[in-house]
């Protein structure tokens, strides 16, 4: 934790353009986010992360890593915007912070660059992405124990029209376990041009199981779900992802 004053904490706060994670911090002061993520802190239920290695994807203003950090982990955060146009830079002075930020896509992610985990957090990232498989399988490579899942899913909320929504089994009885997602045209179904799909859970669950992780516990809320799975080997689907990415050999 710094030694910052009041003050000056403040005013790190207030330098910020747009903070999306309320983050609590000394002194009561509290920056003005999108939204409260401890609600999702508390469902993941962490384990003790002493000597642990934890990626943060997307980390945005850095609260869960910040919260790893907390737990006793060394922390590298990724995002693929420059840290200065978040309040990650502001909130790592401020409780004196040792996480380490890379600038980069997930689609990038890679164990020569940033190294192995125990713990990935994939948290409000999947549903933005035009390649939520492919994503998987690059954490996949640098998965070495738990991976956190969160993302929007169609299960309550199957958009019809424009911000207008029904529940899968109302839409389709007989669906709900089969494994679909939606895909969310820019304007016809949600205004945010940066969601890009909306799976159900049973294919959030499948996405996982394809890239090499067994699932072992599945949340929902709302539009909302959160699973944490472990990565797994298996020959056989290794074999056909490499397959996707190349040529069989002769």
Not at 113 to 123: A, E, K, S
Not at 133 to 154: F, Q, W
Not at 213 to 229: M, S, Y
């Amino acid at each position: 934790m710094s030694n910052l004053s009041p003050g000056d904490i403040q005013a790190a706060v207030d330098s910020v353009g747009h903070w999306h994670h309320i983050i609590h911090f000394p002194h009561g002061i509290v920056s003005p986010g999108a939204y409260d993520p401890r609600v999702i802190l508390d469902r993941l239920a962490l384990p003790d992360l002493h000597g642990k290695r934890v990626l943060d994807v997307g980390t945005r203003d850095g609260f869960f890593a910040f919260e790893c950090e907390k737990r006793g982990a060394e922390v590298v955060a990724i995002d693929h915007t420059d840290p200065g146009n978040t309040g990650f830079l502001a909130a790592r002075k401020i409780l004196g912070s040792k996480v380490e930020y890379v600038q980069a896509n997930v689609y990038e992610v890679a164990p020569d660059q940033i190294g192995t985990f125990d713990v990935v957090l994939f948290l409000g990232v999947l549903y933005h992405l035009r390649h939520p498989l492919l994503a998987l399988d690059r954490l996949r490579a640098v998965s070495r124990g738990l991976v956190y899942v969160e993302s929007l899913v169609c299960d309550q909320s199957v958009f019809t029209g424009l911000l207008e929504a029904r529940p899968l089994a109302e839409l389709a009885p007989g669906l709900g376990e089969v494994p679909i997602a939606q895909f969310l045209p820019h304007g016809r179904y949600h205004p945010d041009w940066t969601n890009k799909w909306s799976p159900n859970t049973a294919c959030l669950r499948a996405l996982l199981e394809d890239a090499l992780f067994t699932v072992e516990e599945v949340q929902t809320w709302g539009d909302r779900a959160l699973v944490r799975a472990v990565a797994h080997e298996s020959a056989e689907l290794r074999r056909r992802a490499e397959l996707d990415r190349g040529l069989e050999p002769r």
